[in-house]
């Protein structure tokens, strides 16, 4: 027999072996969460004849993703902070651009840094700047790890330790260290060094901040494709409806995109995140020239100015909306952003996720879901593989807890 246990490893169903049931009887189906996972998976499964049920919380479709424009200047804003949408997925591609057209774009990230102005991610330009030099590629690759990377630390084990390795203190400090601080709240000696995997500076001229094949921008943005999405006459939306676990009964299956600790009314703790606080303030003109200037020194409070026009350059106005962003600990009332994940918190999310396995009925996806920090094509690549699973599972081999297990 299959232990109800088995139900949240199912992060390793084979999709390719199973039996395509599309053709199963009409199901009355709740997703909970209009953002992309909860959109994504209630079209798919309303495609196969499904009824799809869509609340949520908020007053707005697309969840995190929401753009709206801004009523007197009439810039598209992105509410709950950038979103630049890129990724390798060409199946996921093909997806976001038969609801929407996506304008080119490319993220070209600023920030300042003892009082000047440099190129993100850490370039040739920015190197050269910044030691004030005109290095080659090889000659600032030879400069950076011989001469600034701290070669005595052999086996860094905390984030500040693999900056130092990698980049050395002059780098670490002007454009790791106060941004890092910021944003988590921590010191970066206090961070695993598994955040920084990588080399983090290229030794070019390339500013793309994203590797991707593909990249851009929804031309009426965000929430105008999530429209289009839930457009079916299989789904209905109820906006500002909160879900109550006592619906789970009403349905033949939930797809629960809200936190996982939530679901449970935090009975065991609350799993830690980061919020945010946007200050909007508005300009006559263009206010920094670019869609997003960091602000690496510490004693600036805040991480980043977006100024949203600029994620538009298809578009013209004379106005301006931008948001200063804070980054604090997440209370009880906050929007929950980035999931934290430190170790200690492993034990207690160990315990929700045993708990959510024993779960008959109701499957935990998306970034609040599962835990984890998801890029939009990510979300979107699961939600599809998510009702991918919905429409082969059998009797003998259900509907899993968890498609991917947030451990
Ligand atoms: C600041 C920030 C910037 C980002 N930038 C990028 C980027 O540039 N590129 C990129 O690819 N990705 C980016 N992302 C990630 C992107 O936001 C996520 O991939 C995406 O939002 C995940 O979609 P989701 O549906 O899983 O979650 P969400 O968008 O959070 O949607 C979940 C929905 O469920 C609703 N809900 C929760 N609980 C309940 C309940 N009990 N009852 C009813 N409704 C409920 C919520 O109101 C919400 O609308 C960024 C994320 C953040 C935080």
Request: aromatic fraction near 14%.
């Amino acid at each position: 027999m299959r232990g109800a246990f088995a139900r949240w490893t199912a992060g390793h169903v084979n999709l390719k072996n199973r039996v395509d049931r599309s053709n199963m009887a009409q199901k009355n189906l709740l997703m909970v969460g209009a953002g992309l996972s909860g959109a994504v998976i209630g079209r798919k499964l309303a495609e196969a004849g499904h009824k799809v049920t869509i609340v949520d919380a908020r007053d707005h479709i697309a969840g995190n993703c929401h753009t709206e424009r801004d009523a007197d200047s009439g810039v598209m804003v992105h509410v709950y902070g950038p979103h630049i949408f890129h990724t390798d997925d060409t199946e996921v591609w093909d997806y976001v651009n038969r609801f929407q057209t996506f304008m080119p774009y490319k993220n070209r990230v600023k920030t300042t840094s003892g009082g000047q102005v440099f190129s993100l991610p850490v370039n040739l330009h920015t190197i050269n700047q910044f030691f004030n030099k005109t290095m080659r590629p090889d000659e600032a690759h030879a400069f950076i790890t011989q001469e600034q990377a701290d070669t005595s630390i052999e086996d860094p084990q905390t984030f500040e330790e693999q900056a130092m390795r990698f980049v050395g203190k002059d780098l670490y400090e002007a454009f790791f260290k106060g941004y890092t601080m910021k944003q988590w709240g921590c010191h970066p000696s206090e961070l695993p060094a598994s955040i920084l995997k990588r080399l983090p500076v290229r030794f070019n001229y390339d500013d793309n901040y994203f590797f991707h094949k593909y990249q851009g921008m929804p031309e009426n943005g965000y929430t105008d494709m999530v429209a289009g999405i839930l457009e079916h006459e299989n789904i209905t939306v109820h906006l500002s409806t909160s879900f109550d676990r006592s619906q789970t009964a009403d349905y033949d299956h939930v797809f629960y995109s809200g936190q996982l600790d939530g679901y449970y009314g935090y009975d065991l703790g609350r799993l830690g995140y980061r919020t945010l606080d946007f200050e909007r303030f508005t300009y006559d003109g263009d206010y920094q020239g670019c869609a997003v200037m960091n602000y690496g020194e510490v004693d600036v409070p805040y991480t980043r100015i977006t100024e949203h026009k600029h994620f538009s350059p298809w578009e013209s106005h004379e106005g301006s909306v931008c948001y200063k962003e804070f980054s604090r600990e997440c209370g009880a009332e906050d929007i929950p952003y980035y999931p934290i994940r430190l170790m200690d918190e492993k034990d207690m999310l160990q315990d929700y996720v045993k708990r959510a396995g024993a779960e008959q009925k109701v499957t935990f996806v998306g970034r609040l879901g599962t835990y984890r920090y998801l890029d939009m094509d990510v979300t979107i690549r699961e939600a599809l593989d998510t009702a991918d699973v919905f429409l082969n599972a059998t009797e003998a081999d259900p509907m899993p807890a968890f498609v991917k297990a947030p451990l």
